[in-house]
């Protein structure tokens, strides 16, 4: 089988089905069928956004959970069969930026998300993984799909959020954002220790998720400005940490108005428009406040994959209770990204079962 279908950018604006050559294997990589995928906004942003930049014909998605279908010569820990977790963020291990400890920007900035920014995604019958041996984890037995798939992506960023974020046990912690990064955000902030948990969002079906997760009270950013809420909330003094996990490109400048002196700003948004990102120069200490900025692609690779998963399998997390609209099918990949992209107020995430 030669040929194959896929869900694809044909351009800027415009999505639809392809025919596409199947992938092929070179000697460290594998070729994967899916078993279940998970449309992001990250998709959104790429599409009708145009965050980066013109791309023509590329098969869409980064989030997937499948069974292995071919193997290279030189893969030694996988084989035809085995159910695989495959994350966003594949690097190459055999580079520089990999020795330095920054293997998510391998070969140049962002070089390790690979996955529909500059090769053809997991929307499709088959897909290429690049050097599987440190790309891909088994997938636990009896793990449900609709859990693992959230590993790929959504708790591994939403969880560096955290990690980025310096939390100090008992510190104060906001989280901008609860879409499904930030409801990892959180989830991780509370694993780390945070005390006072500030969740800044306002849908009903996220706000609850997030007290669940660890939230210990939210901000509606409707009901006004979320900087003035959370320093009212503060008595003027801030917070010791933000998690910036959505909004716009004005959000930076929000947090680093509520961050307290010596504080973190951790980035894990995907910023789709805009030039430049403002930083409020007085808020800022003139540049000289001790506030740092910090922004992360999350790690990938295997070892990542297998600490999502034990976080699942000795319940610290439950990122299965984000799957609000589950699909089955191949042909429904179309249905659930426009779901993503139109984010009815019932929505965090949607994932599609497919066929083994």
Known sequence: MNNMKGFAMLEIGKVGWIDAERPSAGPYDAIVRPLAVAPCTSDVHTVWEGALGERKNMILGHEAVG????????VKDFKPDDKVIIPAVTPDWRSMEAQDEIPMHSNGMLGGWKFSNFKNGVFAEYFHVNDADMNLALLPKGMPLEQAVMLSDM???????AEMANIKTGSTVAVIGIGPVGLMAVAGASILGAGRLIAVGSRKVTVDLALEYGASEVVDYRKG??????????????????????GNENTISDAVKIVK??????NVNYYGTGDTLPIPRIEWGSGMAHKDIRGGLTTGGRLRMERMAALC??????????????FEGFDKIEEALM???????????PVVLLEE
């Open 67 to 74: 069974v292995i279908d071919e193997i290279g010569s030189e």
């Open 225 to 246: 400005g979320l900087v003035g809420q959370i320093l009212e909330k503060t008595n003027g003094k801030g917070v010791d940490s933000v998690i910036i996990a959505g």
């Open 313 to 326: 399998t000795y319940g610290r997390i439950k990122p299965e209770k984000m799957a609000t609209h589950v």
């Open 155 to 161: 708790a591994t960023t939403g969880i560096q959020g």
């Open 261 to 266: 002196p010596g504080g973190t700003v951790s």
């Open 339 to 349: 779901l993503m992209k139109d984010k009815p107020r019932d929505l965090i995430k």
